[in-house]
């Protein structure tokens, strides 16, 4: 059960230290909440041509204010900070009631109040603009829109879920990437190396909040990166940021990038913007292939768990639904950036669906999977003109159009399962905090660890 929070009467100090030191910021959070909420201190690094010497304390430190806000509203505390930029002042009391809105079962009555409110300087220019760029649909999607207007992609890097070894690599493969489809689309490019995904620990979040490992898609995300990338957007004086949006924000789900959120954010005259929401994503991959088939067309990089070279994986569940979305809209998969056939696709994906290991954490996913099912029922209407691509495939083709993907998602979420999903994540969770004894007892309970 959690625990309710308490009334908004206790008053600690948010920072302990806000350190700059080259390129890289660095935030050690007052004892108090980091014992309440983290796991270690909060970082963030940024390229050779992000400048932070001329910045404010109060702009360097709003990488972490939007990062840990929800985390302030959800403890019912006050904590207090000597400055705070004027408009994100503003911007975090509408943010707030969307939250109360959006989750009315958490009572969101912690405060950040601060002893000053700065005005900062405004961009030099509100024409120039910059994208988040994470590779998959939605963002390749919004800076193909955008090409003509945008300045800068803004790839994020994690930093913590490698070896430091398996890290340089991926890293050095993603700059690659991210940079080779800036110079396509004609703008500039630069990373953003943060722990912005691991430096809340899952494990004391789950005492106030029911899905501690949700809390980067459904809370922090939206605000978390954006705010992320707000001293890279003062130094370059860029005045404009899309975020791209998915159609689970449109289908009003709880989401950190819900437009209600994602909209209202901003700084210094900074305004950043949800962007292609109301696009479904069938819509969008038929969009980018319409847009850039004929060009040299960069591939589309959804994976959760990409290669130490950034390749698809291929079987994890976003690059599965964007690869049946593909053959949905007559796009071979291999021609947008995965190295498996339509066949060996619906194959895989039959297989998982058989033992119900195909992930739907949510309603949403369920939506865009029918979604998909539907875009493969109108593609092979007329058997007699079917692409190239499936021929000698029939039965998988017939299996997906006839599988019954509502019936697998109540399977999958049956009361049983979640309340064991709940005590498996929360054991996991308690044994990432002790690796060395971890290991050991993992190998105990695998079978209840793996069980689905």
């Not at 939506?367 to 998909?372: E, G, K, N, T």
Request: with cysteine; charged share 20%.
């Amino acid at each position: 059960m959690l625990k309710e929070p308490k009334e908004s009467v206790v008053n600690h100090p948010l920072l302990q230290e806000l350190k700059r030191d080259g390129r890289r910021i660095t935030v050690k959070a007052h004892p108090a909440f980091h014992t309440r909420f983290l796991s270690e201190d909060f970082f963030v690094e940024y390229d050779p041509i992000v400048a932070l010497g001329s910045l404010s304390p109060s702009t360097l430190a709003i990488p972490f204010i939007l990062n840990v806000l929800p985390l302030i509203w959800i403890s019912g505390e006050t904590y207090t900070i000597d400055e705070l930029d004027l408009d994100l002042t503003r911007a975090v009391e509408q943010i707030q009631k969307t939250f109360q809105w959006l989750h009315p079962s958490c009572a969101w009555n912690g405060k950040l109040i601060a002893a000053r409110t700065i005005r900062h300087p405004e961009p030099a220019s509100y024409e120039r603009s910059a994208a988040l760029f994470s590779g998959g649909v939605d963002s390749v999607y919004s800076a193909l829109a955008h090409h003509n207007d945008l300045q800068l992609l803004v790839k994020i890097l994690d930093t913590n879920r490698l070896s430091n070894e398996s890290t340089t690599r991926l890293h050095a493969a993603v700059r690659a990437h991210v940079q080779s489809v800036a110079e396509r689309l004609a703008v500039q490019s630069s990373c953003v190396v943060t722990n912005v995904p691991t430096f809340i620990s899952p494990s004391k979040l789950a005492d106030v909040w029911p899905r501690p490992q949700r809390w980067l898609i459904e809370i922090q995300h939206g605000m978390g990166f954006a705010g992320v990338v707000a001293p890279l957007m003062q130094a370059l004086r860029i005045g404009h940021l899309y975020l791209s949006g998915c159609e689970l924000d449109h289908y009003g789900l709880p989401s950190g990038t819900h437009p209600d959120i994602v909209n209202a954010i901003q700084w210094a005259g900074v305004q950043v913007s949800a962007y292609g929401v109301e696009k479904r994503r069938q819509q969008k991959l038929g969009t980018i292939w319409d847009t850039a088939h004929r060009a040299d067309l960069f591939p589309v990089k959804p994976c959760l768990r990409p290669t130490h070279d950034y390749a698809n994986c291929c079987t994890c569940s976003k690059c599965l639904q964007t690869i049946i979305g593909a053959i949905g809209e007559g796009i071979d998969p291999q021609h947008v950036g995965f190295d498996m056939s339509p066949a060996d696709a619906l194959l895989t994906l039959r297989t998982q669906i058989t033992h119900t290991r195909l992930q739907m954490p949510d309603i949403g996913e369920l939506l865009q999977w029918m979604d998909i099912q539907m875009a493969v029922r109108r593609m092979t209407l007329d058997a007699d003109n079917l692409p190239s691509m499936l021929e000698g495939i029939d039965c998988e083709i017939a299996w997906f159009r006839n599988v019954d993907l509502p019936t697998y998602f109540a399977r999958i979420h049956t009361k049983t399962r979640r309340i064991v999903r709940s005590m498996r994540a929360r054991a996991a969770l308690r044994l990432d905090t002790h690796p060395s004894f971890g290991r050991a007892v993992r190998k105990l309970l695998r079978p209840f660890l793996q069980w689905r």
